[in-house]
């Protein structure tokens, strides 16, 4: 059985989105010392508008940790997280299309 381009080209979307979410989330905790969040676009004022990018393409990583993190604590019902999950998996898919059109406009890929 072998899968077809298309196929194949959305699993390298799906699992780069997530991927560079993971790692953009770890690199703004490193850099900051602040726990990479939704919360940091109530913040306001500059600080609220630097932290778009950070929060759009981390939103993945950020939406599966706090998921995980809700069903572990507060026993959040499976069809609760089943859904979050299907909504990070279709950004993931989203934003990685967006790294790799990116990564092949600068030829890097």
Not at 84 to 105: K, N, P, Q, T, Y
């Amino acid at each position: 059985m072998t899968l077809e381009p298309s196929a194949v080209e959305a699993l390298k979307s799906l699992i780069l989105g997530f991927a560079f979410a993971g790692l953009l989330a770890s690199a703004f905790e490193l850099f900051t010392r602040k726990r990479a969040g939704f919360e940091l676009l109530q913040s306001g004022g500059v600080g609220a508008v630097a932290s778009v990018p950070v929060v759009v393409f981390s939103a993945p990583f950020l939406i599966l940790r706090n998921t995980v993190r809700g069903r572990q604590l507060e026993g959040r019902p499976f069809f609760f997280v089943m859904a979050a999950s299907m909504i990070a998996s279709l950004w993931s898919l989203i934003s990685g299309r967006v790294v790799l059109d990116l990564l092949m406009m600068i030829g890097a890929a």
